[in-house]
């Protein structure tokens, strides 16, 4: 089966929209280390420099278990900047939309039914979030899990192997998910693919703890108790993760228990750098592509949820999206000039450090090894707020009226100039 015209249409409006927003991000330097840690990963391995990084001070490879992202070093050859990564990460994001859209028709939706649930992904808070946030191993998950799916839907063995393979040379966690899942599928679905996933899995764990033993390494991972740390957060997420398809996953009943690695990987996490169970972040894609591969199959067996799974998409996106797209939001107001003298940074022939508040310049110049990012310090101050809600500023950028008396910028949000904070200003710091 094949993706809808309305589909593919709304996976191409859905990347151009946030290709231009993702630039907006980039030029306003607000992205975070993960984009600038990826683009020097990349462009080491491109000339021979292997994966070390400096936001993470090691080597990638050793951090998380993503040797599939080597297939991008030829492209990051080529084009070695923060605006490659950002346009693969929207192109899988949207490209993802067609393959779930071919799974609701394997699993005998109508064409409307399966471009409602494709449709809906596409404008979920989960996906826009995920896509306008930073590049990470993670952006893949929806469109290879989509694939997999419907490659084991079509009872083909090789196909499912081969994009099962793939989510393991993501990340290490993706082991266990798949052994997991080809087990649920050995007993429900199909003995020869079920087994064959566990067993592929299961080779692809042992060998990553074997490697990370070898070489004295250890992967970065959060905590985990039986006790569950800020549950009204928790409990805030998975509504936002199942109201865009109208709560259909839910009619899976028992089956929803397929999910369970999944959910618990969220709950039960001790506190982290940030919560990972919030829309968007690169920790929910598992969980975000099993919800939506869920809904397909609920919507395929009950296409008359169709309306109500598209009215609640396009509610959610207008009032609990955590981008850009959301009532009250502008894109952000780009300093030119400030934006120059970072991307002046990837010609550095000495060594320079960017201060963790600027780590949005350490993302525009991460391509030159020279450039590395400050060690976090809880100490820092300077760091400016997360939207820009100033529309008359905005307009005021555009040409169109004047700019509001008392505001200044700090990371392209308009600020009262009083309140402005001189961490922000300057250049970077260079070392010795």
């Known amino acids: 089966m094949r993706p809808t015209r309305s589909v593919v249409i709304a996976a191409l409006i859905f990347a151009a929209l946030y290709i231009a927003l993702d630039f907006n991000k980039l030029y306003a330097l607000r992205y975070g280390a993960d984009t600038g840690t990826f683009l020097q990963f990349l462009t080491g391995e491109a000339h021979g420099r292997g994966s070390w990084n400096g936001a993470e001070y090691r080597p990638h490879l050793q951090v998380h278990d993503s040797w599939v992202l080597l297939a991008l070093v030829p ?62 191993e993670n952006v893949f998950v929806p469109l290879l899990a989509a694939l997999g799916a419907l490659a084991a839907r079509r009872r083909s063995l090789a196909a499912t192997l081969i994009c099962a393979q793939l989510l393991l040379g993501l990340k290490e966690d993706q082991a266990l998910f798949l052994m997991w899942f080809g087990a649920a599928c050995a007993v429900w679905w199909d003995r020869r693919i079920g087994l064959a996933l566990a067993g592929l899995a299961a080779v692809n764990g042992a060998a990553f703890i074997l490697a990370e033993h070898l070489s004295g390494a250890h992967p970065s991972l959060p905590g985990y108790a039986l006790t569950i740390d800020d549950p009204l957060q928790k409990l805030a997420f998975f509504i936002a993760l199942l109201a865009p398809f109208a709560f259909t ?41 099993a919800t939506t591969l869920a809904a397909a199959y609920a919507i395929a067996q009950r296409p008359r949820l169709a309306t109500p799974v598209l009215a609640c998409a396009i509610l959610c996106a207008l009032t609990i999206n955590d981008t850009v797209l959301k009532i ?33 310049a350490y993302v525009a110049a991460a391509a030159n090894p020279n450039v590395v990012l400050a060690k976090y310090d809880p100490r820092e101050r300077g760091y400016c707020p997360a939207y820009n809600r100033n529309a008359r500023a905005f307009l005021a950028a555009l040409g169109v009226g004047s700019w509001p008396a008392g505001i200044t910028l700090c990371g392209g949000v308009p600020v009262p100039a009083a309140s402005a904070l001189p961490a922000r200003a300057g250049p970077p710091l260079k070392r010795s």
């Not at 999910?259 to 750098?273: I, M, Y």
């Not at 939001?329 to 508040?357: G, H, K, M, Q």
């Open 75 to 136: 492209l990051i050859a080529v084009f070695p900047f923060a605006q490659t990564l950002l346009v693969i990460e929207v192109l899988a994001i949207a490209g993802a939309a067609l393959a779930v859209c071919a799974f609701a028709r394997a699993c005998g939706a109508p064409p409307r039914a399966a471009s409602a649930v494709g449709i809906a992904y596409l404008i979920s808070p989960s996906a826009q979030g995920i896509a306008y946030g930073n590049f990470l």
């Open 328 to 360: 009250g939001r502008w894109p952000y107001i780009v300093d030119w000039a400030t934006y120059s003298r970072a991307t002046a940074l990837r010609s550095s022939a000495v060594p320079v450090v960017v201060p963790r508040v600027d780590e949005g």
């Open 249 to 289: 996953p839910l009619l899976l009943r028992e089956r929803l228990l397929l999910g369970a690695p999944l959910v618990a990987e969220l709950v039960f996490n001790r506190p982290w750098a940030y919560p990972i169970a919030r829309i968007g972040t690169h920790w929910t894609a598992p969980l975000v592509a």
